[in-house]
Nanobody, 125 residues
Framework: QLQASGGGLVQPGGFLRLSCVGA????????IAWFRQAPGKAREWVSG????????SYADSVKGRFTISTDNAKNTVYLQMNSLRIEDTAVYYC????????????????????WGQGTLVTVSS
C-alpha cells in the first residue's frame, strides 16, 4: 500500500512537497512516478524516477518547477512543487512500476503495479 500526502491549498506562485511512502516500496519497484488528474480531465503523467540510478523525467508542463526525488532510508518518494499555477490543481497520485519497461515510457499507466490513494492539491488565490 502506498500512502500519498502533502496536498493542500496554496496560492499561485507558492510551493508544496508531496510525499509517497510504502513498506519496502523503493526496494520492490524499478520506477516511480507521479500522475495527476484535474477535475473533468484524464489522468496525466507528471514526473518519473528510476530507483537504480535516480534518472528523472518530467512533463513539459512542470519542467523547471517540479522536482522528484527519493529517500531510501525512509522508503519515500517526494515531489517538490514550486511556482505553482492554477492549472496545477489536481489530485496527485504516486505509482510504482516493477518492470524496466518503465524506461520506454514512464507515462504509460499500464506499466504501473502499485498506486497510492491520491492527495489533493488546490492552487487558488
Amino acid at each position: 500500500q502506498l500512502q500519498a500526502s502533502g496536498g493542500g491549498l496554496v496560492q499561485p506562485g507558492g510551493f508544496l512537497r508531496l510525499s509517497c511512502v510504502g513498506a519496502n516500496f523503493l526496494r520492490d519497484v524499478y520506477g516511480i512516478a507521479w500522475f495527476r488528474q484535474a477535475p473533468g480531465k484524464a489522468r496525466e503523467w507528471v514526473s518519473g524516477i528510476t530507483t537504480t540510478d535516480d534518472t528523472t523525467s518530467y512533463a513539459d508542463s512542470v519542467k523547471g518547477r517540479f522536482t522528484i526525488s527519493t529517500d531510501n532510508a525512509k522508503n519515500t518518494v517526494y515531489l517538490q512543487m514550486n511556482s505553482l499555477r492554477i492549472e496545477d490543481t489536481a489530485v496527485y497520485y504516486c505509482a510504482g512500476a516493477v518492470g524496466s519497461d518503465f524506461d520506454y515510457g514512464p507515462h504509460v499507466e499500464d506499466r504501473y503495479d502499485y498506486w497510492g490513494q491520491g492527495t489533493l492539491v488546490t492552487v487558488s488565490s
